[in-house]
């Protein structure tokens, strides 16, 4: 499950960030703002995909 929320979070961040309405706190910069969100999607990928091999 935190995973999802994960992917959820960063995608909003990437968004956000790429369409300049979200900064990142400290650079003023929405394309830290993205990669920062791109960061957090590769974790939330990475915890589902252990998250299903502990399930089999």
Same mark, same amino acid.
């Given at each position: 499950?935190? +995973?999802?929320?994960?992917? @959820?979070? !960063? /995608?909003?961040?990437?968004?956000? %960030? ?11 910069? +929405?394309?830290?703002?993205? @990669?920062? !969100? /791109?960061?957090?999607?590769?974790? %939330? ?12």
């Amino acid at each position: 499950m935190r +995973g999802i929320v994960n992917i @959820i979070f !960063g /995608g909003i961040m990437v968004v956000g %960030g790429l369409s300049g309405q979200l900064v990142l706190r400290g650079t003023d910069s +929405g394309g830290g703002l993205a @990669i920062a !969100g /791109g960061v957090i999607i590769l974790i %939330g990928i990475i915890r589902l995909a252990m998250s299903s091999r502990s399930e089999e």
